[in-house]
Structure formats: structure tokens, C-alpha cells
């Protein structure tokens, strides 16, 4: 079994959180087969290190949490705080497979999204 955990960074405000909730809502109607947990890497719950204990106790026989930033570049969360965090959650769940993905990066769907952005103001 294999669930997938959302990291965005998080933010002490509120609406910003809720967004964020949505996002993961939408991402568990997608991905409707799998377990799909939304958490943040700090200044919101739930955090990083919560979230995967939930996951591990929700799902016996788990055998791999794929983790996906929710950060749109490479910066020094993706590429030091977080992998350090799953290096502490490797150590406690030897058993778990954990994997990182990539960041939304310079995606042309990211692209699409803000020219709409812009054609809503022109």
C-alpha cells in the first residue's frame, strides 16, 4: 500500500490555509484509489512530522509514502529542510519506503494557468 503526502509550506493565515486544503481535497478526488494526506512543512498543522505518524498508523501494511512538494521551485526547503525531515522519518519507519518528488517547477500547465491569470486583468 502507498499513500502520497502533499508538503506545502504553510502560513499562519487562515485563508491561505484553507486554500491549501482545497487543493489536497481536489488531489483526493483525483487520485481516488490512494491515500492522499496534505500537511505543512512549518508555521501550520498539521506538520510534517504528525502527518506521517497519522499515515503510519492508519495504514497497516503501508510500504511507501511518496512525498510531493507543493512549491513551485527548487529552492532551499526542497533542497535541505525537507530531505533532512525525511531522513529523520526513514530513520523511524525503516520498514517505509519514502520517496521525493520534484517541485511544480517551470511547467507549462503553470504557465497556462497564469496567462489566465493575466487575461482576467486585461
Known amino acids: ?3 502520497v503526502m502533499i508538503v506545502g509550506h504553510g502560513s499562519r493565515s487562515l485563508k491561505s490555509q ?3 486544503k482545497k487543493i489536497i481535497e481536489v488531489m483526493k478526488q483525483k487520485l481516488a484509489h490512494t491515500k492522499v494526506y496534505g ?3 512549518e508555521l501550520a498543522e498539521p506538520l510534517m512530522e504528525d ?3 497519522e499515515i503510519v498508523k492508519e495504514n497497516s501494511g503501508i510500504s511507501e509514502i511518496i512525498v510531493v512538494p507543493f512549491f513551485l521551485f527548487e529552492g532551499m526547503h526542497i533542497r535541505k529542510d525537507i530531505p533532512e525531515k525525511l531522513d529523520e522519518f526513514r530513520e523511524k519507519y525503516p520498514d517505509i519506503k519514502i520517496t521525493f518528488g520534484r517541485p511544480l517547477g517551470a511547467d507549462p500547465m503553470i504557465a ?3 496567462t489566465a491569470r493575466v487575461n482576467e486583468m486585461l
Open 18 to 20: 484553507e486554500e491549501f
Open 1 to 3: 500500500m502507498k499513500a
Open 112 to 114: 497556462e494557468v497564469l
Open 51 to 53: 502527518t506521517i505518524d
Open 39 to 41: 500537511t505543512n512543512m
